[in-house]
């Protein structure tokens, strides 16, 4: 999978920091156009994304197996309870939006073969 432009879109807003600005969100790096396979190609990248977190959750409720017995080890593991609820419910919501624009895309598809005006081309 190449994720360079995402990379690049990373390094704009700065990796490692926390809240909202680590991850922006789709934006002009995603998509370059409004045709159908434009949508479809975006619909794509959404639904890779959305595998991308759930490694990553994988990952981290690995971390959870460590045996760490103790006050600061039964704060972590309910923290990363925590993240991993987070992280399922991003991934949903990333899969959700993934299939609304494969959903959006067919529309199109559906309207380009009614006629070429329907779509402004």
């Given at each position: 999978?190449?994720?360079a ?6 390094q ?7 809240g909202?600005q ?8 995603w998509?370059?156009g ?6 479809s ?11 991308a ?8 409720s690995?971390a ?5 017995a103790?006050?600061?080890?039964d ?9 991993l609820?987070d ?13 609304y ?9 559906e309207?380009a073969?009614?006629?070429?005006g329907?779509?402004?081309?």
């Amino acid at each position: 999978m190449d994720y360079a432009m995402d990379r690049r879109a990373a390094q704009m807003t700065g990796p490692g920091q926390a809240g909202p600005q680590q991850c922006s969100g789709p934006s002009a790096f995603w998509v370059s156009g409004r045709s159908p396979g434009d949508m479809s190609a975006l619909s794509a990248r959404l639904s890779r994304l959305a595998g991308a977190i759930d490694n990553a959750r994988a990952r981290l409720s690995s971390a959870t197996a460590l045996e760490w017995a103790s006050t600061a080890g039964d704060a972590f593991r309910q923290e990363v309870a925590l993240r991993l609820a987070d992280l399922a419910a991003g991934s949903s919501d990333v899969r959700m939006a993934s299939d609304y624009v494969a959903a959006y895309a067919r529309v199109l598809d559906e309207l380009a073969a009614k006629g070429p005006g329907l779509l402004g081309g």
